[in-house]
């Protein structure tokens, strides 16, 4: 994974502390703001594109606000040697259970942090923490890993 920093900068930052606190994440809510974050995603984020396939959900980290961040999560891929490797899972395994996983195909944080130290890390927290709860109630299945 990579994260890629924008060149715009939020105004006065607060305390690292506070900023954390005060983070939240939430799903990207109707068309306006799923282009919006399509936009952002293709202007800004090293792939240029916003595509992602099978089940989606996309998500926005918020300051006050103003958008610091946004993510998207995804059905797993099909084939990945490491993670199948690192599961210890059989083909006939991955083949059943690869709709427990979900993957975080794109993650863009918007601002320069200048001196943000933590704030990916405290948005993918926050994200990951929420997953499975909104991945649940929207494709009727859990998430166990991501």
């Given at each position: 994974m990579s994260i890629h920093y924008a060149e715009r900068k939020l105004g006065e930052l607060p305390c690292e502390e506070r900023l954390l606190e005060e983070v939240k994440v939430r799903l990207v809510?109707?068309?306006?703001?799923?282009?919006?974050?399509d936009q952002l995603l293709?202007?800004?984020?090293?792939l240029h594109n916003a595509t992602a396939v099978?089940?989606?959900?996309?998500?926005?980290?918020e300051y006050r606000g103003q958008w610091v961040a946004?993510?998207?999560?995804?059905?797993?891929?099909?084939?990945?040697?490491?993670r199948d490797r690192f599961l210890e899972w059989t083909v006939r395994q991955v083949k059943e259970r690869r709709h427990l996983i979900a993957q975080n195909s794109r993650f863009l944080v918007l601002a320069s942090t200048g001196?943000?130290?933590?704030?990916?890390?405290?948005v993918?927290?926050?994200?990951c923490a929420r997953l499975p709860e909104d991945w649940q109630r929207e494709f009727g299945?859990?998430?166990l890993l991501v």
């Open positions: 809510e109707g068309k306006a703001e799923r282009r919006r974050h293709e202007e800004q984020h090293y099978g089940r989606v959900l996309r998500y926005v980290a946004i993510l998207t999560f995804s059905s797993a891929a099909l084939h990945l040697k490491a001196r943000w130290p933590n704030l990916a890390s405290r993918l927290k926050v994200a299945t859990p998430v």
